[in-house]
């Protein structure tokens, strides 16, 4: 009955433990949601009374295709200010969200026998993307003695003649680690050298600490620029998550590819959120310090509360809202019947014993790790941390 192409993929993992959070929450269970990477601050109010205007303005029509003049001025004046960047409107669409611009990207570049490659561990859509659109994931290991960041050697001996592009995500999800600019020179020098697309999964770059700097890989030259598809959207940055607003800039011909693509597909994104984007991008900025320090405590205290425990360990994380504690040395042993040999064990135990919910490892390509959402409230931490604790210790 199913397509093949349907038959491939599986629903998003992080979404799916969010939701079993949720439901056991609904129960009456009194469940400590490490789960989705979601910022836990609300909207900044100005945004909302943007989107409130927008609606009592009647703004409730279609609009364009790959979003509205104001928006895609706002866009380009955030590249050009915040990441060096000049595109021009036709080299930007706004569509549903990151991930639906991640999509849009996909059918337009990938196709039958090409490969693109995933360092790993990767965040839990883009295998599941390329797969959607006949091409092939070649996924790159990176380690923890790296801070998860792609060998630029290895890199190099993974391109085919089949090699169509290759998805980098920094800061990441789910190490929290932000790739270094030397790694991304010779990152970005190999993908000229091989005439391959770069995916910049830029989603997070507003979440850095500890003096980490981020930069855009396009903003490196121009020829690396016409090479890189950039993504960004206001999930993140702006506490946006459930507006759907993201974006794309890259090459004319693949946003305009990427317009059609919409233009069958989705139509325009939500217009009432377009007008709240445009408030937030060119409205005050001072929500995402605010933001940010509240997460930087919360990272600190969590990454020095993991590595007290007995069997984890955890590089301290300088990027996004996600702690990836190794727990690798626990595994073999048991929690009375039960045997932890997984990282999937690991996270049915904590949730099921601990009532902690977080995402095992292997969802992202790596067995030995769990992901610890830290975009939740410092008492929440709290309380997991010890749950965690506890639980790790009956561990025999
Ligand atoms: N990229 C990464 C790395 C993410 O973590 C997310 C979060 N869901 C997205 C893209 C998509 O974000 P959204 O669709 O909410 O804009
Ligand atoms: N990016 C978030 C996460 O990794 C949201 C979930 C998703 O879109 O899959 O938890």
Redesign the pocket.
């Known amino acids: 009955m199913l397509s093949e192409r349907a038959k491939k993929i599986k629903p998003s993992p992080?979404l799916a433990v969010d939701a079993k959070a949720k439901a056991m929450k609904a129960q009456g269970i009194d469940v400590v949601n490490f789960g989705v990477?979601?910022p836990d601050f609300d909207t900044p109010e100005h945004v909302k009374e943007a989107a409130i205007k927008a609606i009592r303005d009647g703004f409730t029509k279609y609009t364009p295709v790959g979003g509205i003049d104001e928006l895609k001025d706002a866009i380009v004046r955030k590249l050009k200010q915040d990441n060096n960047l000049e595109y021009a409107k036709e080299e930007i669409i706004v569509s549903?969200?990151?991930?639906?611009?991640?999509y849009n990207t996909a059918q337009a570049i990938y196709g039958p026998g090409d490969e693109v490659i995933i360092p790993s561990p990767y965040?839990v859509?883009y295998p599941d993307q390329v797969l959607l659109n006949d091409a092939s994931p070649v996924f790159i290991k990176t380690y923890e003695e790296d801070n998860f960041m792609l060998r630029p050697d290895v890199l190099e001996s993974k391109i085919t003649k089949n090699t169509k592009a290759i998805i980098l995500?920094s800061p990441?999800?789910p190490t929290g680690l932000t790739y270094d600019k030397k790694t991304i020179e010779a990152i970005a020098g190999i993908a000229l050298r091989h005439n391959i697309f770069i995916i910049s999964?830029e989603?997070?770059e507003k979440l850095v600490y500890d003096g980490a700097e981020f930069f855009s890989v396009a903003s490196l030259g121009k020829e690396i620029k016409d090479k890189t598809i950039v993504?960004n959207?206001?999930?993140?940055s702006h506490a946006m998550?459930g507006w759907?607003?993201?974006y794309a800039a890259g090459p004319k011909e693949i946003i305009k590819a990427m317009t059609n693509i919409q233009s069958q597909s989705t139509s325009n994104p939500n217009s009432i959120a377009q007008k709240a984007a445009v408030a937030a991008l060119n409205g005050p900025q001072d929500f995402i310090n605010t933001m940010r320090a509240e997460f930087d405590k919360r990272r600190k205290f969590l990454t020095a509360g993991l590595n007290s425990i007995e069997g984890v360990s955890c590089l301290k994380p300088n990027g996004?809202f996600y702690a990836f504690p190794n727990v690798s040395k626990l595994y073999g042993k048991k929690a009375g019947d039960r045997a932890i040999n997984s990282s999937l064990d690991m996270a049915m135990y904590l949730l099921e014993d601990a009532k902690v919910a977080l995402v095992h490892g292997e969802a992202f390509g790596d067995d030995n790790f769990i992901r610890i959402s830290y975009a939740t409230s410092m008492e929440n931490i709290k309380k997991g941390l010890d749950r965690i604790r506890e639980a790790l210790a009956n561990l025999k």
Not at 96 to 102: E, F, N, R, V
Not at 233 to 236: A, D, P, R, T
Request: with cysteine; glycine share 14%; net charge positive.
């Open positions: 992080t990477g979601e549903c969200g990151a991930k639906h611009s991640l965040w859509s995500n990441s999800n999964d989603i997070y993504i959207g206001l999930s993140k998550t759907r607003i993201g996004a």
